[in-house]
């Protein structure tokens, strides 16, 4: 893989990164108690971007010497037809070699686990996947990262009754990580909830809401990570996945209450967004994005830190095959001083939300909507009872403008992030800390 | 490679090599153009009731033969599972192919046409493939099939105003210049938003929004998803799904149709299966082991785990667009994203306005409207379906799943809500 990769680079006349990639994907598939299916993906190929006057990038599952020439023609022509020149900002020659281990189940042990959580109730699906992930990138600066990395993820999707829930677990990490995922118990959780939603109460038409690091995680991810992403702000993204109410000229302004820090983190070990360098040998670092109420900084590639003076925040990721993009990683409401007693015990009326299954923003990351699954009503300091799908439906200054606490505890769980055309799915964590709303409407 | 194959019961190989260009602009300006080179290969096998698929990238004898080895190991372990292969060799073959969709030249030249056709802020990308697959089965099937794509979605911003233009065909295609003068003209109208208020109203969707319903509501009529607790059409078929107004089929041998196809997945012959026939659920699709589960037998949609549609054609109604506008007393709603379900079997779902959406009252565009987002159950809004216009638009683009034949569509008593 290196001799192949260097070749490219020094075959070329322009600024050159090379990818050169291997992913194994194994997948396991239940439903409704039966077993459906079991595959094993094997991808292997290169990604050449060239960047001059314009971007180059050519991508092939064929890999040898001969397809890489091919490649750097091709990418090099493209690179040659713009009118000025794209610059990047300069960033520190990296080079290294990390590799995260993990170990691996008997394919029986999987298929048991499945098996098993499958009997739990008449009607679901559940997948279970491992990507094993190799990756050698270079660029024509010297940069050389190599990278192993295993990812682990478990989604499931039960109904009972007329009531449904999902729960995602996933870790980079190997099979290791199952056990304290607490799978059986949650589901088991899960199932009796369902059973007694029907006669929860309706929440109060106005009052608090404390959030857990499930939805909490998903606002610092709609509300903060995506606006915050400077090729969004720039307008790459706009016919994709839309723009953002931020402006380049809005750092340092204040965005939400003292209370509210939010940050994106690749460096958070075991989560599901980890990496040490981005797609671009950017080392990577922990991106404060709200700081303490204030608009403290962007995500950037290389490209949008030259367009606004500063460094790489090392946010450029690449699906397998795809050219690299601005990205989150981990992102989550840094933690507070609050315990969840603490925030209960200060609200007369209001809701508990734990879980959810709708959700959505418009495109500029303002007007958000989560719908309640698992959540509770919450009078004079206790809580009492469930509520039955507590709605709410606030714009983002709403919400951070009205948070008042934000738990001592924090926690990750994995997402799956889309951006891009064609779709780049990319593996991330969302979570943080518990927060509490003061004063919204409740639906 | 067949030899290594004779101890299956039955196999299913299938290759597929392609090219793929793209342009992508912001700015009003060509940023990259990628190119992607693959060839791969996925392999069905199953043994003594026991079934593995895999794929592997830019395959050789030895890289097959190695997986087919390893396979085996694995299949002591693997639980029973149903399996089957129809056999439906009547293959429609009349789809466009035009290998010029990937020409570099021409894909540049048509970008930045439609840069140049935008009198504000313009960013988006121009996507075209070129595919050969061939198919061979356990049951003697082996079939080749060429397919072509190419379409455009773009995004024009001016001021706080934006509206997004698609185009999808086989064959590499001029724009048309009147349509995007039509998506100009939402953008340059110089009034003021208002924050729409919550409640119901009677909405005209645009081809680009309606499409984004109509290909989760395709989605639904899997018969993988069906099963799996994934879809409000359980035990429906034969059931009011939809006002009488509108039928929907897939189709997979649709002249024009980005995703037709001449066999499916098991190497079947695809074909038009009517989901919704005058609001009555007709079918769900499916492949062979789905059939056989309802008793059934397969529409042509493999998958080989999941049924998934082809094109999703709504059928044309009798009204024109100008005089649904006229009529219009409610909101003109351009297009959504994000749709999202609460509950897949209820169908509780909300989804968010993008672009322009209008007040309208007797027709006469009054002002735009900010904050909307549909909150309502999507059975709800199928039964609703007033009218239907008799112009029609292939739509494909980030918020559709697959390709969708729509029209502009009136229905009433949405509920739309808002966060702001």
Known sequence: ?443 | MIEYLKEFDEYIIKEEKSIAKQVRFYRNKVEILNTWNRREIYITLYKDGRKMTFSIENPDRKKIKKRIEEAKKFFKFIPPSPFSISIDRNYSNEKIFDRNVVDEEKILDTANQVINSSNGEIAGILYSRIENIRLINSEGIDESDENSMFYISCRMLKNDCSAHYTFCSRKIGKIDEKEIDEEKEYINKKMKFKKVKEGKYKILFSPLAFSNLSSNFADFSSAFFVKSGYSFLDGKIGKKVASENISIYDSGIEKDGLFSRKFDDEGVATRKTIIVERGILKNYLYNSVTAKEYGKNTTGNAGIVVPVPWNTIIEKGDCKKEEMMEELNGIFITNIWYTRFKNYRTGDFSTVARDMAFFVKNGEILYPLKGIRISDKIDKIFKNIEKISKERKQIYWWETSHPVFSPFVTVKNVNVTTGL
């Open chain 1, 1 to 443: 893989m290196e001799e192949l990769a260097e070749y490219a680079i020094k075959n070329s006349k322009y600024y050159t990164e090379i990818r050169i990639e291997k992913e194994k994907i194994d997948e396991i598939i239940f439903t409704n108690g039966d077993f459906i299916d079991i595959s094993s993906d094997e991808k292997y190929g290169f990604s050449i971007r060239v960047i001059d006057k314009a971007i180059g990038f050519y991508s092939s599952n064929v890999v040898n010497k001969k397809e890489i020439r091919k490649g750097l023609k091709i990418a090099e022509k493209i690179a040659s037809i713009g009118k000025n020149k794209i610059f990047l900002s300069e960033e520190k020659i990296n080079e290294d070699r990390y590799e995260i281990k993990g170990k691996d189940f008997q394919i029986d042990e999987k298929i048991d686990l499945l098996k098993n959580l499958s009997g739990f109730n008449k009607k679901n699906f559940i997948s279970f996947r491992e990507k094993q992930g190799e990756k050698i990138y270079m660029n024509s600066e010297g940069s050389k990262i190599f990278s192993k990395i295993p990812r682990i993820y478990l989604y499931y999707l039960i109904t009972v009754g007329r009531e449904q829930a999902s729960r995602e677990f996933g870790n980079v990490s190997g099979c290791e990580v199952i056990g304290e995922w607490g799978i059986e118990k949650k589901m088991e959780e899960d199932i009796n909830f369902l059973k007694k939603i029907e006669k929860g109460k309706k929440a109060p038409k106005k009052g608090d809401v404390i959030l857990s690091p499930l939805i909490s995680g998903l606002i610092a991810h709609e509300g903060c990570g995506h606006p915050f992403e400077a090729d969004r702000i720039i307008g790459r993204e706009l016919a994709q996945a839309g723009k953002s109410y931020i402006r380049q000229d809005m750092l340092g302004r204040k965005i939400a209450n003292e209370e509210v820090s939010i940050e994106d983190n690749p460096l958070v070990e075991r989560a599901y967004g980890y990496y040490k360098y981005d797609d671009e040998g950017v080392k990577a670092r922990k991106r404060e994005l709200i700081k303490e109420g204030r608009i403290n900084e962007f995500l950037h590639n290389r490209q949008t830190a030259y367009e606004m003076n500063c460094k790489s925040n090392a946010s450029s990721r690449a699906n397998y095959g795809k050219e690299p993009i601005i990205r989150m990683a981990n992102t989550y409401f840094k933690q507070g001083d609050y315990s969840f007693e603490e925030m209960v015990e200060e609200i007369k009326n209001g809701v508990y939300i734990v879980t959810f299954m709708e959700w959505n923003i418009d495109d500029r990351r303002i007007n958000q909507k989560y719908v309640g699954n698992e959540a509770y009503i919450i009078k004079n300091g206790k809580i009492c009872g469930i509520a039955k799908h507590p709605c709410i439906e606030l714009s983002t200054f709403e919400i951070f403008s009205k948070i008042d606490a934000v738990g001592k505890d924090i926690e990750f769980h994995p997402a799956t992030c889309g951006k891009s055309e064609p779709i780049q799915d990319m593996e991330v964590s969302t979570g943080g800390a518990d927060i509490r709303i003061r004063n919204v409407r409740i639906k």
